[in-house]
């Protein structure tokens, strides 16, 4: 019979002999773990290298090729003429405007470019009158592009389907009769500059409407042989009576003109205003409140500088009948057919040198309050 201790000692034994048997165990499987994953990875190095041999490294350079580069190659004449992606850059004014004045020589063009029409939105934020916009855009997506300058601080909530979407530029404020207009607007016709595709730069505010339709508008500007910016020789103390005889040599009086501030012009003006170094500076300085700085700046230069290409008038229809520094604005009570009616029939001007009754497509001063009666309205007066 086996004593206490020699049965502990049996048992102890056994303990131990199980647990180096596990050990064992547990050693060969990883063994075998990393002996089978040598000889997969070693198969499928033999059946790359035999693929490579029988297709050849030749065949397999084209689907390498077939990767598109992130950043397309400057040198290509596609990376040139498409306009940009993003409406939003990082560009100051003086990168922008040196960028947005570059121009070929060259008057034709060595791809199918399809003239546009840019239309440039000077607010101080929402757009109550986009719904009538929209109608007026619809179905002639290829002839347009849109612009909106804004508040900095002013967040558009168009809805991704809109016409609207993604159109607002980086903006500064902009102080009514101040310089900082101005520099708005060039700011508006540079970003429009950057689409090649863009040949007429007509601006409007939020308070503007189309008076006709889509094709009309855009075959009268298409077939005019001038740009449409107001500029008149006013000799009262609203005119001639706001020139500073600091600004000559640059600008004498008998060169000072007058003008609406809503215009329509060409690429060849556009390039004018937004490359000028001559006349800013002059008008900057001396053309202080109450020297209405937006009225003057732009009529005078381009009639100092191309005075052969211009309408002398605006396409922007304003009233100023009932006195004041600013124009008369148009509720729902005043939005009828008869208003238009003498707005399309009383007025006689001309168009390429010969006399016509069509002299404005856009008017203004609208509020919110017009949208439902000109929606109404829209398809029978204006036609769209």
């Known amino acids: 019979m086996l004593s206490s201790l020699e049965i502990l000692q049996d048992g102890k034994d056994t303990s131990t002999s199980g647990k180096i048997h596990q050990s064992k165990s547990v050693s060969m499987r990883i063994l075998y773990f990393f002996f089978f994953f040598l000889v997969m990875s070693l198969g499928v190095c033999i059946v790359s290298m035999n693929t490579i041999r029988y297709f050849g490294i030749n065949n397999m350079a084209p689907t390498i090729l077939k990767l598109k580069p992130c950043v397309e190659e400057i040198s290509s004449l596609k990376s040139w003429i498409k ?46 009158l986009a719904p009538l916009w929209e109608r007026f855009f619809k179905g002639n997506d290829r002839l347009y592009s849109i612009y909106l300058h804004s508040l900095p601080s002013y967040r558009d909530n168009f809805s991704n389907g809109s016409v609207f979407y993604g159109r607002q530029i980086p903006s500064k ?34 308070a503007c409407i189309p008076l006709r339709n889509f094709t009309i508008v855009y075959r009268y500007l298409a077939r005019s042989r001038f740009s449409f910016m107001g500029s008149y020789d006013e000799l009262g103390p609203y005119g001639r009576g706001r020139y500073n005889n600091n600004m000559a040599p640059e600008v004498s009086l008998n060169q000072w003109r007058k003008g609406s501030q809503w215009f329509e012009v060409n690429r060849e003006l556009a390039l004018r205003i937004v490359g000028d170094t001559t006349y800013y500076p002059k008008f ?29 008038r605006s396409l922007t229809w304003t009233d100023w009948s009932r006195g004041g520094p600013h124009p008369a604005t148009f509720g729902k009570e005043d939005v009828t057919e008869r208003l238009f009616n003498k707005i399309f029939k009383s007025y006689l001007c001309t168009y390429n040198h010969q006399p016509v009754t069509l002299c404005f497509l856009f008017a203004r001063k609208f509020s919110a309050s017009a949208l439902e009666p000109l929606l109404a309205m829209a398809p029978r007066v204006f036609g769209y």
Request: glycine residues 2%; proline residues 9%; contains cysteine.
């Open 284 to 312: 900057k300085q001396f053309c202080q409140p109450a020297c209405y700085v937006d009225e003057h700046y732009f009529p005078t230069m381009l009639t100092i500088e191309t005075p052969h290409l211009l309408a002398n």
């Open 173 to 206: 404020v902009a102080e009514w009769g101040e310089m900082s207009m101005c520099d708005a607007e060039r700011r508006l016709l540079a970003n429009a500059m950057l689409d090649l595709s863009n040949e007429w730069f007509v601006l409007v505010s939020e």
């Open 83 to 128: 306009p940009p992606s993003s409406l939003v850059h990082t560009m100051n004014d003086t990168e922008l405007f040196w960028r947005a004045t570059f121009a070929p020589r060259i008057k034709g063009y060595p791809y199918k470019r399809v003239p546009k029409v840019a239309f440039m939105f000077l607010t101080r934020g929402p757009l109550p």
